[in-house]
């Protein structure tokens, strides 16, 4: 069965720091996919960024960085130098080659505190 | 501008008045989905569509109805709503990309959301 864990219910760190969001996906599939999203108090859900199985490359974009290590199933999402504005809610999912439904985790939420 | 348009954003209903949540898209996509968010639960599908007049059950579809009678539009129909439905609903659209051989959804582009309350 498939299956995305988001063990981190909430976190909350002060402005400035670095913080790291666990996704660990489980799947006998070869060929997936992983999403990250996010939503911010006004509610919208907002892409983040997709990877595919078979790019294992690490992805930065800005103060956003992605590490993806099928080793271990995961996919972790870091903030770094976290301002207020990255308080939100993030959903990590997963989807498959097979079909094209999204397994959602449960969804983190992140409070940045000035 | 592309976009997924929900209406309404908030509705208050009373049990058993049957209600329709609007669901339309601008890009021409073939997928569409309905979503309910409730706290700690994130994001459940309900239905989905592949393509027109094509739609399949998700996780909890029941107490629910879609239909696909255009590609832009999907509406989610509530035929005797219950309090137990009380969510907030997204509607969400993609299309279908090919990738060294395989075939798979593009990122979800989601509607602003609608607040559904049944007392």
């Known amino acids: 069965a498939q299956k995305v864990t988001q063990a981190q219910t909430e976190i909350s760190v002060v402005e400035k720091e670095d913080v790291t969001l666990d996704c660990v996906y489980e799947?006998?599939?070869?060929?997936?996919?992983l999403f990250w999203y996010k939503q911010p108090p006004s509610g919208e859900l907002v892409f983040l960024i997709r990877?595919?199985?078979?790019d294992e490359q690490n992805e930065i974009s800005g103060r956003y960085s992605w590490n993806f290590q099928k080793s271990t199933s995961s996919f972790n999402f870091t903030i770094t130098a976290s301002q207020v504005v990255d308080s939100a809610v993030y959903f990590c999912a997963l989807s498959l080659d097979s079909n094209y439904q999204l397994i959602w985790g449960a969804g983190t939420k992140l409070i940045i505190k000035p | 501008e592309a976009q997924v348009t929900q209406n309404p954003r908030y509705l208050i209903t009373v049990t058993g008045k049957k209600l329709t949540v609007t669901c339309s898209q601008n890009m021409n996509h073939e997928y569409m989905s309905w979503y309910r968010q409730d706290p700690g639960l994130g994001l459940r599908q309900i239905y989905y569509?592949?393509?027109?007049?094509?739609?399949d059950k998700g996780d909890v579809p029941e107490g629910y109805k879609v239909s696909r009678k255009e590609k832009r539009n999907f509406p989610l129909i509530l035929e005797s709503p219950s309090p137990n439905q009380t969510s907030l609903y997204f509607c969400a659209s993609s299309f279908f990309q090919q990738d060294r051989g395989s075939s798979y959804n593009s990122p979800l582009h989601f509607g602003n959301g609608t607040r559904l309350t049944v007392t």
């Open positions: 990877r595919n199985s078979f």
């Open positions: 799947t006998r599939d070869t060929t997936y996919y």
């Open positions: 569509s592949m393509n027109v007049e094509v739609t």
